[in-house]
C-alpha cells in the first residue's frame, strides 16, 4: 500500500512544484515587464499613449495570468495534499501497530524462552524469581543479537533456541 501511495504521490507533488516554479519565473517576468515599461515612460522613452497603454495591459494582463494559474495550482496541491496526508495517516497508523506487535511478540517469545527454561516443572513462580530468570533470558539474547531486541533479531534466536529445545 505505501508503495502504491508513494508512486502516485511524488509524481504528482513534482509536477505541483514545477507549476509554482514557472508560475513565479512568470510573475517576475510581468514584473520586470511593469519595471521596464516604467522606467521607459519615466525617461520619456515612450511617448505614444496606445503603445504605452498596450505595454501596461500586457504586463498587467500576464500578472493577473500568473496569479490565477498560480491560485488554481494552489488549490488543487491543498485538496491533493489533503487526501495524501489522509493516505499517510493511515500508513503511519498501520506501521504503529505492525510495531506494537512486534514489541509484544518479542516480549511473548522472551516469557515462553523463560518459562521452558527456568520454570517448566515448578508448580508456583516465584515473581521475584520469574523476574530474575527473565532478565538473563534478555541478556541472552541481546549477547547473542546485535545488542538490541528488534524484532527479526529475537526472531533468529528464538528459532534456534527451539530448534536446540
Known sequence: KYKDASEKYWPVYDQFKRKTKNCSYFMGAAICLIAVVTFCVILRGLRNEYLIA???VLSVGIFIFTIILYARNYKKFNAFNKEWTTINNDLENIQNKIRVLHDDMVEEMIRI????KY????????????DQNYQKVREDILKETSQSLVF??????????????
Do not use: G, Q
Open 54 to 56: 498596450a505595454s501596461y
Open 113 to 116: 524462552i523463560c518459562f521452558n
Open 119 to 130: 520454570h517448566y516443572n515448578d508448580e508456583k513462580v516465584d515473581i521475584n524469581e520469574w
Open 152 to 165: 527479526d533479531d529475537v526472531r533468529t534466536y528464538f528459532e534456534n533456541w527451539s530448534e536446540k529445545f
